[in-house]
């Protein structure tokens, strides 16, 4: 059965994806693999990178789907999609802090590429999380809670482990109302990016054919009172309301690839007129926006915030046309300003660049890989020119 990302970019005809629900058949399965067989692990299949290839063994870990208490710990099963999990934590009178453009991603995948929104306060979602549980390439179940060894997992890429379950910082429930309306995008850099701190979420979307720019801002409000069927209530134009949950993603039917690369917050406004410029001279009918977010550093040692507030800038081109000529365009401006892009996007980084940017954390990254995978289980052919040994490059 063929296996396709969600923009198409990535199809492999020959792929079969294999479900597996319990950690007991995970375990079972890896130590029953031959030697060199390599798998990976799928989520929503929502990532544009090609983090993965041919021959490699898919696997499926959609049944771990629940929410269950061990040890003074909230377990969230890893393969459960964000748009389940919402609900289920309201439920509990909890929340996730923050969460990006969709809900459509897996517990797991998001993580592992390092999925955030936009909050000049707020981290990734990786950044939330305070345990993983694993089947490691031997075959051995591992509960990770130390805060330096989580600070490299958080962002694993699929590269460590079968992950099962998730452990994350999680807050009360709240609402949120969210307003668009049009605001020239000099406004939005005036004082330090002032408009957009003033939100607990700010963000902009500029469209090079109408060289228009929308703000997007959601408040925190109390819960409202909403059936589970229609959570979210609208306003005047631009403007509607309900749980967090159901108020962060919207509607992505269609479909497109994506370059984005995080640069230093200074760097933003330079880095998107830049990029503004260049899109308006080469492509000025491009009817996809360019999106401007704000993500809080964390430390995690393969964090594209490299651990100061950045801005998330992303370019989208339509799913049915070559993107090569939009992203080779902008990627060396995002290169030029700083930038370090996004695990689960479009880019083109060597090894090298890859080692000069991460340093140190890319290093440990890689010894606790070959720590928890030392037969390369999980060192796929989409992960191996950068983990594996320098003769991949
Ligand atoms: C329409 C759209 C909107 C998006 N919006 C945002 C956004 O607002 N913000 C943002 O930052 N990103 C965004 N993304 C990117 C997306 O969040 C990431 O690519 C995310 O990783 C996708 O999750 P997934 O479940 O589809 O994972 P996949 O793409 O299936 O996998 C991602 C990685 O996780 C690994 N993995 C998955 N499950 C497991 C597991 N159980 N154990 C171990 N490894 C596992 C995979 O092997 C792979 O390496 C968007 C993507 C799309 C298509």
Known sequence: ???????????????????LGTEAALQARLRAAPRGQRFRAVGAGHSFSP????????????????????????WLGAGQRLADLGPKLAGRGLALANQGDIDRQSLAGALGTGTHGT?????SLAATVTGLRLIDGTGTLQVLSDSDVLAGARIHLGALGLITAVALRLRPAYGLLERNQGVPFEALFEGQHARLRAQRHG????VPATDETLFKQLREIPIPRTSRLTPLAFGE????????????PSDRSARFNEMEYSVPVAAGPACFRALRSAILSTFPKLPWPVEYRLVAGDEG?????????VAAISVHQDARRPFAP???????IFKAHGGRPHWGKRFSWSRQEFEAAYGAGLDRFRALRAR???????LTAGLAPLFGAPNHA
């Open 1 to 19: 059965m063929a296996w396709a990302n969600w923009s198409g970019a990535q199809v492999f005809p020959e792929a079969h994806c294999e479900p």
């Open 51 to 74: 983090l993965w290839g041919a021959g490699d063994q898919l696997l499926s870990l959609d049944a771990f789907d629940g929410v269950a208490e061990a040890g003074g710990q909230l």
């Open 119 to 123: 909050g000049w306060a707020l981290p």
């Open 203 to 206: 963000e902009f979307w500029w």
């Open 237 to 248: 134009e631009g403007t509607r309301w309900g749980p967090s949950w159901a108020v962060f």
């Open 301 to 309: 040692w393969l964090s594209p915030t490299g651990g100061q507030r």
């Open 326 to 332: 939009l992203f080779d365009l902008v990627e060396p």
């Open 372 to 378: 928890l995978d030392p037969e390369g289980r999980f």
